[in-house]
T-cell receptor, first 117, second 113 residues
């Protein structure tokens, strides 16, 4: 069964360092997303990506964040200068269609836990 | 704005007894609604979804949910709990845009032997 894979599963970094989280979405999917969950809090939308550009982003997704699909298979989230409050589980997801559509199910990876010290 | 309230942070049931996980939503238009499940150290998996077709939605693993517009509810049920159902369950509503999902805080389901 096709799945979304994320690397690394856990990353520890120092405040101010750059971090890149990687995701390989399901191959025939067109829509890609990043969500995050700070420990003990709700899952929050960060960004969606379609047709090689950001289709929507939340207030959380400020200038410190960027996404890229460099080679047609990987989908990356970069945090330029990490802050303590960036510590969270980051989930990548992909879908064949928009979430409300019949084939719009989001498939999630197992997450990348980021710890900023 | 859209929002989701999961009324219980933890629900504990005995194996073989019914499960009820409660969810209320707020939306300014007809939303799409979803239940996702997260087993320990696993990703988020879709259990079922409502997208304006039948109000009673059947999902995987024997779960179902009923969309009740008058009560703005989308409660998740299962007739008989199994030990493997122990997980965290999230009620989710589609956001203002087509792309975004709004998540509830989650309900941890505990199954007692």
């Amino acid at each position: 069964e096709p799945e979304v894979t994320q690397t690394p599963s856990h990353q520890v970094t120092q405040m101010g360092q750059e971090v890149i989280l990687r995701c390989v979405p399901i191959s025939n999917h067109l829509y890609f997303y990043w969500y995050r969950q700070i420990l003990g809090q709700k899952v929050e939308f960060l960004v969606s990506f379609y047709n090689n550009e950001i289709s929507e982003k939340s207030e959380i997704f400020d200038d410190q964040f960027s996404v890229e699909r460099p080679d047609g298979s990987n989908f990356t989230l970069k945090i330029r200068s990490t802050k303590l409050e960036d510590s969270a589980m980051y989930f990548c997801a992909s879908s064949e269609a928009l979430p409300g559509a019949n084939t719009g199910e989001l498939f999630f990876g197992e997450g990348s836990r980021l710890t900023v010290l | 704005a859209q929002s989701v309230t999961q009324l219980d942070s933890h629900v504990s049931v005995s194996e073989g007894t019914p499960v009820l996980l409660r969810c209320n939503y707020s939306s300014s238009y007809s939303p799409s609604l979803f239940w996702y499940v997260q087993h320990p150290n696993k990703g988020l998996q879709l259990l079922l979804k409502y997208t304006s077709a039948a109000t009673l939605v059947k999902g995987i693993n024997g779960f179902e949910a009923e969309f009740k517009k008058s009560e703005t509810s989308f409660h998740l049920t299962k007739p008989s709990a199994h030990m493997s159902d122990a997980a965290e369950y999230f009620c989710v509503v589609s956001g203002n845009s087509n792309y975004q999902l709004i998540w509830g805080a989650g309900t941890k389901l505990i199954i007692k032997p």
